[in-house]
């Protein structure tokens, strides 16, 4: 945990919270823990599915951004809505504030854009709705990002059977899949050679996730990679026209079809139990018969006293 007092804004770049009561309530409580916390969502923003209209998103993550007593900046929550702002993002701005910006899923898009865009690192971390205005908090997604947050190093550990052995080094990079891929070719897509990929979806049958990952590497991006390491894919429906076609047969054609190792375990996704892992951090990948170990560092923190 952070030993002195920092400050984290909320702001609302894509889908509304579903109990803005709830956000007041895990407001409070982060407050008792001594930190400073400035909520820039409001119920009164809410604009169809979304924490404000266009503008007022925009102008909560500015806000965020130009607040001189924060450091984090975390999104109120994903869903969908920051593809739509990405042509108005100050981006020099966010990166010479040095605030961390941590999100995930939808957020993928900004952490996406603002290293296109400038270089600037970013947390693939924890949002507010899910993880820190339930009631029970999720102990390794808190330890993860208080952990991260303080470095200077920060581990992941991940495990499943079947892994390929490996052990290389690069910047990793990656997100939400879908966002991930919605990005390519466009001016937010960051070059990254060398680099170690990481995704997770959910609600994406196996077909998409292989269509996507194909995309990926028949658009050259996997081969300039070391790795691609996938965390959860879940919440989605096979049917009896698969006919055993399911995420462990799609999975086995990558590892047959793409030119760098597979590996799966990774403890990030639309699950309770998630990892924070900075966007563009350099990262040491070794795998075991057990799992493997992503060692980052060189990324932003919050000095701790």
């Known amino acids: 945990m952070?030993?002195?007092q920092i400050g984290i804004a909320i702001a609302g770049t894509g889908g509304a919270a579903p109990d803005y009561a709830a956000v007041e309530r895990g407001v409070e409580r982060l407050r008792a823990q001594g930190i400073l916390v400035h909520n820039y969502a409001s119920q009164e923003q809410v604009h169809q599915r979304f924490a404000g209209t266009d503008?007022?998103?925009l102008a909560q993550l500015h806000g965020a951004v130009a607040d001189p007593d924060v450091q984090v900046v975390m999104a109120l929550r994903g869903q969908y809505g920051m593809t739509r702002l990405l042509p108005h993002i100050d981006y020099k701005a966010i990166a010479a504030s040095g605030k961390i910006i941590v999100g995930y899923s939808d957020v993928t898009a900004l952490h996406m854009a603002l290293m296109a865009k400038t270089g600037a690192q970013?947390?693939?971390?924890?949002?507010f709705c899910g993880d820190f205005e339930v009631d029970a908090w999720e102990p390794y997604t808190q330890e993860q990002f208080w952990q991260c947050l303080a470095g200077p190093t920060h581990s992941v550990?991940?495990?499943?059977?079947?892994?390929p052995q490996v052990a290389v080094e690069g910047r990793i990079w990656g997100?939400?899949?879908?966002?991930?891929?919605?990005l390519l070719g466009t001016e937010y897509f960051p070059r990254i050679d060398g680099g170690i990929l990481f995704f997770e979806d959910i609600a994406e049958h196996p077909y998409r996730v292989e269509r996507m990952l194909l995309q990926l590497d028949q658009a050259g991006v996997i081969a300039r990679q070391q790795a691609v390491v996938l965390g959860?894919?879940?919440a989605y429906r096979l049917g009896p026209a698969d006919n055993g076609y399911d995420f462990d047969a799609m999975l086995a054609y990558m590892r047959q079809t793409l030119p760098v190792p597979v590996l799966t375990g990774l403890p990030f996704g639309h699950i309770p139990r998630r990892a924070t892992i900075p966007f563009g951090a350099m990262a040491q990948l070794v795998s075991d018969p057990d799992g493997f170990t992503l060692t980052l560092s060189d990324y932003p923190t919050v000095r701790h006293a």
């Open 55 to 57: 503008g007022e998103r």
């Open 157 to 163: 550990r991940g495990g499943a059977g079947g892994n």
């Open 232 to 234: 959860d894919f879940s």
């Open 175 to 182: 997100g939400n899949l879908a966002m991930f891929v919605s």
């Open 122 to 127: 970013s947390y693939a971390g924890p949002m």
């Open 2 to 4: 952070i030993t002195k």
